[in-house]
């Protein structure tokens, strides 16, 4: 039987030397928000001939849109483009030149989209993100005491599962941020749903490893809990690797020959069920093993101790 458990330093290490980059790009770069989060608006068009999307840019700020990003939609074989600016209302004079300059520049254009969020709902949009993680966050840990509630510490289970769920939001929001900063990537009101669906996905596989260690718990008391949850792992790792990598190949298709609108929701889903796979295997379970062995308490409490103003022992 594999010993995972007895590596449970290597593996919080891996997870840290992931989170960590994304942490550092989210503290000095931030999110790039898209017009659902800022307002703007939103304009796909497609060329006749072919074109680039530098020179679609060009010809925009040569009109004045100093805040204007072009990304191509689709193969490079398909002129399709994806333009995000400022608010520009529809039939307005503003939006007739855009759309000669365009014509003049790079040839006719088929427009396919023109969409534009106002500055009220945006916030809204983003406040409403916000809560919708909150309270599936709160649900999460609230369900899991209650499914195991006929443990030893029912809050422990729900706990170890809300931080490998949030070991995977940061993953997906760390990584999201470095694009930020290295590609101008934004983000939208799909990467809100993918945020979602990962966290569901993340805790769905937690809870068939905890499962399992329940169920051994009562069926091996005369084994210690490092080996309960080593054997436990042992039974459902092959079932999780297995459904994992039949949704990872579906996602890492569309990702690569899938629309370009959906591209940066399905690659959201694919950092995240990656991240999940990992964290249900070597983070949650190795969480219960850390806390059963007291190194979580004592953690804390050298970390207590070293804090400024702690109270030295006496002699």
């Known amino acids: 039987m594999t010993r995972l458990a007895s590596k449970r330093k290597l593996w919080f290490t891996i997870s840290l030397l992931v989170i960590i980059p ?16 800022t307002g703007g608006t939103l304009w796909e068009i497609r060329f006749a001939q072919p074109a680039a999307a530098a020179d679609v840019e060009a010809a925009l700020r040569d009109e004045g ?18 333009i995000r600016m400022p ?27 023109y969409s534009t969020v106002g500055g009220a709902l945006s916030s809204q949009i983003r406040n409403r993100a916000i809560l919708a993680v909150a309270i599936a966050s709160i649900g999460i840990l609230l369900y899991m005491a209650y499914a195991f509630r006929n443990t030893q510490n029912p809050l422990l289970y729900g706990s170890a599962a809300l931080v490998a769920m ?5 993953v997906v929001i760390g990584i999201f941020s470095i694009l930020g900063f290295l590609f101008n990537v934004q983000i939208d009101a799909l990467f809100i749903t993918a945020l979602l669906t990962v966290i569901g996905f993340s805790v769905h596989d937690t809870i068939v490893v ?25 039974q459902t790792i092959v079932r999780s690797l297995n459904t994992s990598l039949t949704v990872v190949f579906t996602l890492l298709a569309l990702v690569l020959f899938g ?29 219960l093993v850390a806390w059963e062995n007291g190194e979580i308490q004592r953690l804390f409490g050298r970390l207590s101790r070293t804090r400024p103003g702690a109270a030295m022992p006496e002699a």
Request: aromatic fraction near 8%; hydrophobic fraction near 40%; charge should be negative.
């Open 22 to 37: 994304g942490l550092i790009s989210l503290v000095f770069s931030g999110l790039k928000l898209g017009i659902d989060f």
């Open 87 to 113: 608010e520009i209302a529809e039939g307005s004079a503003e939006k007739a030149e855009l759309e000669e300059a365009l014509h003049s520049d790079l040839g006719p254009f088929t427009e396919l989209e």
């Open 166 to 170: 949030l070991h995977d939001v940061l």
């Open 259 to 287: 629309g370009g609108s959906t591209r940066l929701f399905v690659l959201a889903l694919l950092l995240g069920v990656v991240s999940g796979t990992y964290s249900s295997i070597f983070n949650a379970s190795q969480l």
């Open 65 to 82: 849109l100093d805040s204007v990003i072009v990304q191509r939609s689709g193969p490079a074989s398909d002129e399709t483009f994806l």
């Open 210 to 234: 905890f499962d399992r260690i329940r169920e051994n718990l009562g069926k091996h008391p005369e084994e210690s809990f490092e080996e309960i949850v080593d054997y436990s792992l042992a």
